[in-house]
């Protein structure tokens, strides 16, 4: 089924893009598009999106319906990635194996390309979400958007993140989870959010799903810090070792990385019991948390 949602999604981002590559009008800021479509469509895992349809799927026995905000977390998700590796940022050259958008676009283009795909996923919300759904509904889908997108989710982790660079001690453990929590885990919450309340999820749901967000955001960044120490740019698609280059707080130069990985495991033992407790069965979401070993 992991497959299968990620085909879908990657027919339906290139359709979303391509309708507006196609329009005439827009033919003076092609480019700029095209930098969007770039990375969105570059590949990845699609491990967002996947979140949102069988968020979906478990509360409605579908996912049709939330194709659309999968695509708008894709676009999101490729936002970040962009801003992420501009030299004002992270100051990555690889993304996905292939060269950053601001190495192919230059950093003025690529910057409007990030700034264009925060509203261009909303937009896809409202514009391909099907009629049937309540207006009342879309309103929460676009209240939790906006929250991950802006400072009280992703931009606010971002700018914890960067203030911990090139620091002379290390931070704190509560800074550390601060970042993750809204680096990482507010996009990954969002998804499973949208995913739920199209699919019809009460109060009470909602909110396991944003424990479990939390706590599979908090999941995959400690896998991820610890990848940037064992594994190796061709198989990461994008540099390594940086973390350590820039002197930046993460799991791994905080608690060494034998204790990450006792860490990594006894949260992913966390995120098994949230669904087990909660009588959430999905195999999707099972194989997922089971990627992070």
Do not use: W
Not at 47 to 76: D, G
Not at 214 to 221: E, P, Y
Not at 264 to 282: F, Q, V
Request: charged content about 25%; hydrophobic content about 40%; some cysteine.
């Amino acid at each position: 089924m992991i497959e299968e949602y990620k085909k879908i999604i990657e027919a339906n981002l290139e359709k979303y893009f391509d309708e507006k590559l196609q329009n005439p009008e827009y033919k003076l800021f092609k480019n700029v598009i095209d930098s969007m479509k770039y990375t969105t469509c570059l590949g990845g895992k699609r491990l967002r999106a996947i979140l949102c349809l069988e968020a979906c799927k478990i509360f409605s026995r579908q996912y049709e319906t939330a194709i659309p905000c999968a695509c708008a977390l894709e676009m999101l998700h490729a936002q970040s990635l962009i801003h992420d590796d501009l030299p004002c940022m992270d100051n990555d050259d690889l993304r996905r194996g292939k060269p950053s958008n601001h190495r192919v676009y230059g950093e003025a283009v690529a910057t409007l390309a990030g700034d264009a795909l925060i509203s261009f996923a909303p937009q896809i919300i409202i514009e391909k979400t099907p009629k049937t759904v309540e207006p009342e509904k879309i309103v929460k889908l676009l209240y939790e958007y906006f929250i991950a997108a802006g400072a009280f989710g992703i931009v606010g982790g971002q700018t914890a993140d960067i203030e911990a660079e090139n620091l002379n001690e290390k931070i704190s453990i509560d800074h550390l989870q601060f970042i993750h929590k809204y680096k990482t885990g507010a996009l990954f919450k969002c998804s499973l959010l949208l995913g739920a309340i199209i699919g019809g999820a009460n109060d009470d749901k909602l909110n396991i799903m944003r424990k479990f967000g939390d706590k599979f955001g908090l999941a995959f960044q400690i896998k991820d810090d610890i990848l940037d120490f064992t594994s190796t740019t061709e198989i990461m698609g994008k540099t390594v070792g940086k973390d350590e280059n820039s002197n930046k707080s993460t799991y791994v130069t905080i608690f060494g990385l034998e204790e990450s990985y006792k860490k990594l495991t006894n949260t992913i033992e966390e995120c098994y019991d949230i669904l087990n407790s909660n009588g959430l069965k999905s195999d999707v979401l099972i194989k997922i948390i089971d990627s992070l070993k």
